[in-house]
């Protein structure tokens, strides 16, 4: 998917080869520029209206507005356009920044609200002021374009509106970049938001798209996490939701490594040391998240007992009463669906396309390291596209104590030491608040996992010379997130972008819990 930084670039480039290519057709183009600097000048291109607008801001709207009146005033002194074709250059530069503003809407719900944490982090101001700077940028090029367009124009009212237009955008240009010394490069790497939807991978899938693919599913697992920390959905995760997902999760961990240690075999030196040393981490992070499964023992959520002890044949004399129940058949979250097809995804990429957890009676050969490393597109590649599980990961972890609270009322176990003194027919009891909170509990273990698994990828990728500009990005996406678990309205300062942010420590919120009376 096209980041903002990539639709940027795309719109930079187009308006470059529009100024250097002769215009056919001058009113043409000069329509064409005055709709690109209308659509440059749009408050949700930089940031919505919610956003912190500075001065600068400001004054770089207030220039591409007089740019354009100003070319409206030469297009009324120009004949009418042509109905020749002409280059598509300007309007497709204009399709990219409206992409560009659908980024940063397809983040907010039709009501406002924040669907994921970068919506949070699109209304700072070095936020805001990293969309001014790009802006601006598109300024400068787009005064080229107007220079070239109004090159050898015969009328002097013409050509004085041209020239007018060029100096408003230069203005704008030089004032844009001067004014956003603190803009926050990080959010160039985002980009649209997918929804919580399950997904299935296919043995028909190539090879070469698996890194590709798992950046989508781990975005939409990213987005089931914002949800869930923040109630905003009314699918919650169950508790037999959470010992699934806890368990692909694991298992995609536990997959990762063993691509790393196959690539490793193929390469020399250092950098196979490196993978076997990330393919290490990953396994105490696939551990972590095991544990957190142990803590469910005989632990069932009412409302989806998909994941249940196993239960005693019922006798005849309750057959004879009528008071066999059958177990409800739930829909599962599709945050489970979506975490086993990253599993087969990573699986694909290790055994081949037709591999499948469910069908592996026993392991099949592994590809040629060779092989991974060509359909990831290198060492560095590839540690960046594994890179975003135990990021994603992350978010899941943090959010998990919130899902155990949310399903509190409806966990029961069988236990004895839950049970209450005195003649009782049922078997199940509610659980009590300290086997509550050790549901919980295990899941900040799982934080400091991922994270050493995030930075241990991210070395890998740094060494290989591969940018990951998504880690800061989502290191601001986990302080937001870690700011959420003492309220969003205590938002603490933020810090200076830096690789450092991806080793952030936090303490995953607490469960509430109160003691139910029978």
Not at 226 to 255: I, K, P, V, Y
Request: proline residues 7%; hydrophobic residues 45%.
């Amino acid at each position: 998917m096209a980041t903002l930084d990539e639709l940027f670039d795309t719109a930079a480039h187009r308006l470059r080869t529009a100024a250097a290519v002769p215009s056919s057709d001058r009113p043409a183009s000069a329509l064409d520029i005055d709709r690109f600097l209308s659509t440059l000048a749009e408050p949700l291109v930089l940031g919505g209206e919610d956003a912190p607008r500075s001065t600068v801001t400001g004054d770089l709207i207030d220039l591409l507005r007089r740019a354009s009146d100003t070319l409206r005033s030469a297009r009324r002194l120009l004949p009418a356009p042509g109905d020749a074709p002409v280059e598509s250059h300007i309007s497709d530069a204009s399709a990219a920044v409206h992409a560009v503003r659908d980024i940063i809407e397809n983040h907010r719900g039709p009501d406002r609200v924040p669907l994921t944490a970068y919506a949070y982090a699109l209304t700072t101001g070095p936020a805001h002021h990293y969309l001014t700077r790009r802006c601006a940028e598109l300024a400068w090029e787009s005064a080229q374009v107007v220079a070239s367009v109004g090159r050898d124009v015969l009328d002097p009212s013409v050509a004085d509106a041209f020239a007018d237009a060029h100096r408003f955008l230069s203005q704008a240009a030089v004032f844009g970049q001067a004014g956003t010394p603190d803009a926050e490069t990080a959010i160039g790497a985002l980009s649209m938001t997918l929804p919580v939807s399950a997904v299935q991978a296919e043995p028909t899938d190539r090879t070469q798209d698996v890194t590709a693919n798992l950046e989508q599913d781990c975005d939409r697992l990213s987005r089931a996490a914002f949800e869930t920390l923040h109630s905003r959905t009314d699918h919650r995760l169950s508790g037999s939701d959470l010992q699934q997902l806890a368990r692909w999760t694991a298992m995609q961990r536990l997959l990762a490594g063993r691509v790393l240690l196959q690539v490793a075999e193929s390469l020399p030196g250092q950098t196979a040391d490196a993978l076997r040393d990330c393919a290490d981490v990953l396994r105490g992070s696939a551990q972590a998240w095991q544990k957190t499964t142990t803590a469910w023992h005989r632990v069932v959520d009412v409302s989806d007992p998909r994941a249940h002890p196993a239960l005693p044949t019922p006798n005849y004399e309750i057959v004879r009463r009528g008071e066999l129940v059958r177990l409800p058949q739930v829909l599962p979250h599709p945050a489970t669906a979506i975490a086993h097809t990253a599993a087969v995804r990573v699986g694909q990429l290790l055994y081949g396309p037709q591999w499948k957890p469910e069908t592996a009676a026993t392991r099949p050969e592994p590809r040629k390291g060779s092989d991974i490393l060509s359909d990831a597109q290198g060492t560095g590649a590839l540690a960046a596209a594994l890179y975003r599980l135990p990021a994603t990961g992350w978010q899941l972890a943090l959010a998990a104590p919130q899902a155990v609270s949310l399903a509190r009322g409806g966990l029961v176990t069988d236990i004895v030491e839950n049970r209450i003194a005195g003649p009782t027919r049922h078997r199940f009891r509610p659980l009590e608040p300290h086997r509550l909170e050790a549901l919980a509990l295990p899941y900040q273990a799982v934080l400091p996992a991922e994270q050493a698994s995030a930075a241990s990828l991210l070395g890998v990728a740094g060494k290989a010379g591969v940018p990951v500009p998504r880690a800061l990005l989502d290191a601001t996406a986990h302080q937001m997130l870690a700011a959420a678990a003492t309220g969003w309205g205590k938002t603490p300062a933020r810090q200076a972008a830096t690789a450092d942010r991806s080793r952030l420590r936090v303490t995953a919120p607490q469960v509430r819990v109160r003691r139910r009376v029978l």
